[in-house]
């Protein structure tokens, strides 16, 4: 496995990987309905619609250059009082528990530090305990608590990353 930028040309592979992620993640949190209606199609022309070069985009990539995780930044931040934000990070849930993840966050930290931030945010739904635990075990804070649609969320925070 290699970090690269993540491409335009990759959405499709991207929005496969965040529809199974979703289906395998967010099971008995968000409805089957909801789940089912997942289309990979609509994903990919949602990721290729918002593709903005000026924010960070990141793949982890396979032996032959295909993704198996990505993480998009949201710029600007949607938690006052954070530098940056990971806006989406996903994995193939086949690649769980590789490393493929902490890579992820690892370079997209890297390149928020280049660029002077000092703290970092990401969301996810309160009950995704599988998202909730990465975090923690990779230093995030539980900081604040929200809404997604109707769905309880959370927000961890890294109040130094150059310590990360």
């Not at 496969?16 to 979703?22: R, S």
């Not at 934000?85 to 193939?92: A, M, R, S, T, W």
Request: charged share 25%; aromatic share 10%; proline share 5%.
């Amino acid at each position: 496995m290699r970090i690269r930028v993540a491409r335009a040309s990759d959405s499709k592979r991207m929005a496969e990987i965040l529809v199974d992620g979703w289906r395998w993640a967010y099971v008995g949190i968000i409805s089957d309905d909801e789940l089912a209606a997942l289309d990979v199609t609509a994903r990919m022309r949602r990721l290729e619609q918002l593709f903005d070069p000026s924010l960070l985009y990141v793949a982890a990539v396979d032996e032959n250059d295909i993704p198996i995780g990505f993480a998009i930044e949201t710029r600007p931040p949607q938690l006052p009082g954070y530098d940056c934000e990971i806006g989406g990070l996903y994995v193939d849930p086949s690649q769980t528990r590789s490393g493929v993840g902490r890579a992820l966050v690892e370079q997209m930290v890297q390149a928020f530090r280049a660029r002077g931030a000092k703290t970092m945010a990401i969301h996810t739904l309160q009950q995704n305990e599988i998202g909730r635990a990465f975090y923690q075990r990779i230093g995030g804070t539980l900081v604040h608590e929200d809404q997604w649609r109707n769905y309880p969320a959370v927000w961890y925070g890294w109040p130094d990353i150059g310590q990360f």
